[in-house]
């Protein structure tokens, strides 16, 4: 799913995850980063806060799990990223829903009801999946 994302994606883009710990949020950047032609090597930046992955597009990958106030996102550079042709993949977007965009695409990851499973919604997004 996330592969068929990256063949449509054009730059500027803003995903959000949502979703608890371990329910496949990297694993889904990961999968945009081989279709952007950046290969196997997204991994999660939990404590270096942002990954860069270069392919046909930059995608850039935050981890906002620590982030609890304004001063700790200014200190990431998020908003340098904003308005960029980069595209953001953005864990744990709920730790700084008010300084989304207007326009992002939201893909929220569940564990399913099966051990190996999950419901991934995705909101806002125009393309074919």
Same mark, same amino acid.
Request: aromatic content about 8%; cysteine-free.
């Given at each position: 799913m996330a592969r068929r994302m990256a063949e449509e994606l054009t730059g500027g883009e803003v995903i959000a995850f949502t979703g608890g710990m371990?329910?496949?949020? &990297?694993? !889904? &950047?990961?999968?945009?980063?081989?279709?952007?032609?950046?290969? *196997?090597?997204? =991994? =999660? /930046? &939990? !404590?270096?806060?942002?990954n860069e992955y270069v392919g046909r597009l930059t995608l850039e990958h935050? *981890?906002?799990?620590?982030?609890e106030s304004w001063d700790d996102l200014y200190s990431t550079g998020f908003f340098d990223y904003l308005d960029t042709d980069r595209v953001l993949a953005i864990e744990w977007s709920e730790n700084i829903e008010a300084a989304l965009p207007k326009e992002f695409?939201?893909? *929220?990851?569940? /564990?399913? /009801? +099966? +051990?190996?499973?999950r419901v991934v919604t995705i909101n806002g997004w125009k393309g074919r999946l």
């Open positions: 371990g329910v496949g949020k &990297t694993a !889904f &950047t990961r999968g945009l980063a081989i279709g952007l032609g950046a290969g *196997d090597v997204a =991994s =999660s /930046p &939990t !404590f270096a806060l942002i935050f *981890d906002m799990y620590r982030i695409v939201h893909v *929220d990851i569940r /564990p399913g /009801p +099966e +051990e190996n499973q």
